[in-house]
């Protein structure tokens, strides 16, 4: 009997320290599967956190992209409305420079036939070497400011 409550106490020593294992295994099992489960959550949340990240990344580069063609009609407006305000500057200077021009022309002609319409006085050979009386030298004058 001895021997009997002996191999009793040892299966029973046996079955507790299993049953100590086996519990010890299904908390080290419960442990694996909340961290199998907290890495899956984390790999999901990560997922959809990157998917955000594109969409916002797109959505930030149809912005960029819209304001640079904003930007960039813009500046061919400006440009355009340069070159035809240049464009009408010219045009400005260029009539200025007819009109100054047909001004010049006319008073070049009326100079030329003013000069046309002088008459100058003959020369002799005598007259140059001899002084002039001072009476004619005066009508001389008087008849050049009149012409």
């Known amino acids: 009997m001895n021997q009997v409550a002996n191999e009793f106490e040892t299966l029973y020593r046996d079955n507790r320290e299993l049953k100590e294992a086996v519990d010890q295994l299904r908390d080290e099992n419960t442990?694996?599967?909340?961290?199998?489960?907290?890495?899956?959550?984390?790999?999901?949340l990560a997922q959809k956190t990157a998917e955000e990240a594109k969409v916002n990344a797109r959505r930030e580069a149809e912005l960029i992209i819209s304001s640079a063609e904003q930007e960039k009609d813009k500046m061919i407006q400006n440009?355009?409305?340069?070159?035809?305000?240049?464009?009408?500057?010219?045009?400005?200077?260029?009539?200025?420079?007819?009109?100054?021009?047909?001004?010049?022309?006319?008073?070049?002609?009326?100079?030329?036939?003013?000069?046309?319409?002088?008459?100058?006085?003959?020369?002799?050979?005598?007259?140059?070497?001899?002084?002039?009386?001072?009476?004619?030298?005066?009508?001389?004058?008087?008849?050049?400011?009149?012409?």
Request: proline share 4%; with cysteine; hydrophobic share 35%.
């Open 79 to 147: 440009t355009a409305q340069y070159l035809r305000d240049g464009q009408e500057r010219y045009e400005v200077i260029r009539h200025d420079v007819a009109i100054f021009k047909a001004k010049i022309e006319s008073l070049l002609k009326s100079q030329l036939q003013l000069l046309d319409g002088m008459e100058l006085p003959e020369c002799r050979e005598s007259n140059i070497l001899d002084p002039m009386p001072e009476e004619s030298s005066e009508t001389v004058v008087a008849e050049e400011t009149e012409q």
């Open 31 to 44: 442990r694996y599967k909340n961290m199998e489960e907290t890495m899956t959550n984390t790999l999901m």
